[in-house]
């Protein structure tokens, strides 16, 4: 080999300050700062030029001003929430969280409070998380690690294509077509489970025999959520280290025990987040429930009952906001339902880093 054929080499000085490249070619050693890398032989840049660190700010203070522009927006709308909500709640002669009476938001004396809308707006969602996340859980594991790739891709879309159902459509679905379908199953419920608080005889049996009961609505809300946890499990599964799934085989694992110890433990935070964004859109959905109950109920657990949660009770008396007060007395309920994401995404995040 000539000496013009020799490789280019090489090292760094023992205090780390500077890296001497040599080309015996030339025998001129070319000096380079410490931490500054080579040029590259795809772009022939250095990525630590001033081209590089001037993209570097640009995308940095993209990343910033986005996060302060949304932390601004969330901001303004908690102040409005507040500036609205304000003069009613101090002309409320009520406790505004103990007052389960019907709301007097007119005249001389003002009585409102939210424990029977909150009590409802919780309740149907805990349904619809309780019927949506076993499914949710099962599609994902199903289109990930046991479906066929031909027919995988076909089942991911038609879950998806649900979330592009609008509200209103479930809603009728639900009132029209779920609700009649329900009388029979609540009426053989009662009959037969009525010894437990969920399924006993409403006071109003209109409800049941319409089907707009919490449990309908439940259902309904679990329809709606279910292709947003599904998305978000899915995608989350689908990234489990290869190497996990290849080592947990080559020890003999089955299938399930793959799925079990490894493909489960990777993607349990990602199911969780999941779970709480659907848990978000059933907290605030109203065009669907408005349908299926709309009528003020008691507080309890029978789900045969019907009730109005924050969003309902805010659309179903928006016709009526003709005076400061009386917006604000339903802003109120607006400002409670802001506060409770913010709770329930408090929750998510506490969760999921104890587990990270």
Excluded: C
């Amino acid at each position: 080999m000539t000496r013009s054929d020799t490789p280019v080499t090489s090292r760094a000085d023992r205090d780390g300050d500077s890296a001497v490249s040599e080309t015996p070619g030339d025998g001129h050693p070319s000096v380079r700062a410490a931490g500054e890398r080579p040029p590259t032989a795809e772009s022939g840049v250095n990525p630590g030029s001033a081209v590089g660190r001037f993209g570097d700010r640009v995308m940095s203070s993209l990343a910033t001003g986005s996060g302060l522009l949304v932390s601004i927006v969330i901001g303004l709308i908690a102040l409005f929430l507040l500036i609205q909500a304000v003069p009613a709640l101090a002309k409320n002669t009520a406790n505004f969280f103990t007052y389960t009476g019907p709301w007097v938001v007119s005249g001389s004396q003002i009585e409102f409070g939210i424990p029977a809308q909150l009590y409802a707006t919780i309740l149907v969602s805990v349904i619809a998380l309780v019927i949506a996340m076993p499914v949710a859980l099962g599609v994902a594991l199903f289109v990930t690690e046991y479906a066929p790739k031909r027919l995988a891709g076909p089942i991911a879309y038609v879950v998806d294509l649900l979330a592009a159902v609008p509200s209103i459509v479930y809603g009728l679905w639900g009132i029209l077509v779920l609700g009649p379908a329900m009388v029979g199953p609540n009426q053989w419920l009662v009959d037969n489970l009525g010894f437990l608080p969920f399924f006993q005889e409403p006071e109003n049996v209109a409800n049941m025999s319409t089907g707009g009961t919490l449990l309908t609505a439940g259902i309904v809300l679990a329809v709606m959520i279910l292709p947003v946890i599904t998305a978000v499990t899915r995608e989350v599964f689908t990234q489990t280290p290869r190497s996990q799934r290849e080592a947990a085989l080559a020890l003999g694992a089955t299938q399930w025990e793959v799925v079990r110890y490894a493909v489960l433990p990777f993607g349990l935070s990602g199911y969780i987040s999941g779970a709480m964004l659907g848990l978000g859109r059933a907290l605030g959905e109203t065009m669907a429930l408005l349908l299926i109950i709309s009528t003020a109920g008691p507080i309890n657990f029978n789900l045969m009952e019907s009730g109005q949660t924050l969003a309902t009770v805010i659309a179903n008396n928006a016709a009526e906001f003709d005076s400061p007060i009386k917006t604000g007395a339903y802003i109120s309920a607006g400002l409670v339902l802001f506060v409770l994401t913010f709770i329930v995404n408090g929750a998510a995040r506490s969760v999921i880093r104890r587990r990270a």
